[in-house]
């Protein structure tokens, strides 16, 4: 990125190489926050789909 040390893979020292840093330069930038609605969704489709399964075979 503009102004990272090329000889440095964590410029800022934040522990999150720059490549993989949305904010480089900032030590203070927290973490990306994963949205946790498509995890739920996620989840909860596949509690539909064993349950339908379950169903079908009637375990």
């Known amino acids: 990125g503009v102004d990272t040390d090329p000889n440095n893979p964590d410029t800022d020292g934040d522990g999150i190489k720059d490549g993989a840093d949305y904010a480089p330069l900032d030590p203070n ?3 990306e926050q994963v949205p946790l609605l498509p995890v739920l969704a996620y989840a909860l489709l596949a509690l539909l789909l ?10």
């Open 50 to 59: 064993v349950l339908l399964a379950r169903r079908q075979l009637k375990i």
């Open 29 to 31: 930038a927290g973490g």
